[in-house]
């Protein structure tokens, strides 16, 4: 009796060794840790790269990021009547055989030897930037760096009575402000922005950037406007279609209470149909999402 008893349990003790031993065979056998080689950079396009972590290198470059395709929002505010038109970066010739310089803050000429036209050099000082194209095909993004010291507010003619833009001007706020005797000339820097550098230091992006009256549209104000969306335009030789987002981010002397202007780039053809101006519906948002993203596509790379 006891010997059978003795045998089963020696039968069960044999299983479990039995099963103990497959166990450990199955096991995985743990080997020294080693470090992973890295993996290989996938070859990304520029497109794919985030805007944190590249700077554009040319204007058509830049006119990629935007894919107009953001959805069409939920409109719960009233709408903002504004006064609207259309801007553009104006190109400039320079030339031996011209004589009006372009200054920067040190009082020296930005291209050696060479000026603007008496009517060119008049219509860059109301401008904030510009492109200048030198006499050997040099393409130049300048833009506002500071003003003229006062002896140099009449060109450096301290006999002048009167600044010799005055009666170049076409408009009468530019000619009383060249016939100001306190009036002060623009001096220039040389910018990398593939455009223009915005009010606040913002890179312009053509049909996404409007100038504002900073004092009633703060920068950075989200922009919906109705009528432009699904607005086709041709920009860099590809078709768009507008999905009516623009950012504030510019200003100018003539844009006060409602007037704004849509940034066009260096093309001043009329893309939206603002020949002349036109009374807009627009609207202010607060999508952060796209906000943010309109942000980061004016961010300005040195």
């Not at 470090?35 to 520029?46: C, I, M, N, V």
């Not at 038109?85 to 320079?94: A, F, G, I, N, V």
């Not at 969306?229 to 950012?247: I, M, P």
Request: with cysteine; net charge neutral; aromatic share 10%.
């Amino acid at each position: 009796m006891v010997g059978s008893k003795l045998k089963r349990v020696l039968s069960i003790l044999g299983i479990l060794l039995f099963l103990y031993h497959c166990r450990s065979a199955m096991s995985p056998v743990l080997l020294p840790e080693t470090k992973r080689l890295p993996e290989a950079a996938s070859e990304q396009s520029p497109q794919e790269k985030s805007l944190a972590d590249r700077a554009p290198v040319s204007a058509a470059d830049r006119t990629l990021w935007n894919t107009f395709d953001f959805a069409e929002p939920e409109l719960d505010s009233r709408p903002f009547r504004a006064r609207a038109r259309q801007y553009h970066l104006p190109t400039y010739s320079t030339s031996r055989q011209h004589p009006h310089a372009i200054r920067g803050v040190n009082e020296r000429s930005l291209v050696e030897n060479e000026g603007l036209t008496l009517g060119d050099w008049c219509r860059l000082l109301q401008q904030s930037s510009a492109r200048i194209v030198t006499s050997t095909g040099s393409n130049i993004n300048i833009s506002v760096a500071g003003l003229a010291p006062e002896y140099a507010s009449l060109s450096g003619n301290k006999n002048a009575e009167v600044h010799p833009c005055a009666t170049q001007a076409s408009s009468e706020t530019a000619r009383q402000n060249f016939s100001d005797p306190s009036y002060r000339e623009s001096r220039y820097e040389i910018s990398s922005a593939v455009f223009a550098q915005a009010a606040r230091s913002e890179e312009l992006i053509p049909f996404r950037s409007v100038a504002v009256d900073p004092t009633l549209i703060p920068y950075g104000t989200l922009i919906y406007v109705p009528t432009l969306r699904g607005k086709s335009f041709v920009a860099n030789g590809r078709s768009f279609t507008h999905d009516g987002y623009f950012l504030a981010v510019d200003s100018g002397p003539q844009l006060l209470e409602n007037n704004i202007a849509f940034f066009s780039g260096f093309s001043n053809q009329d893309h939206f149909g603002f020949s002349q101006e036109e009374d807009l519906e627009i609207f202010f948002l607060a999508n952060r999402e796209v906000s943010q993203t309109l942000r980061d596509l004016h961010r300005y790379f040195r």
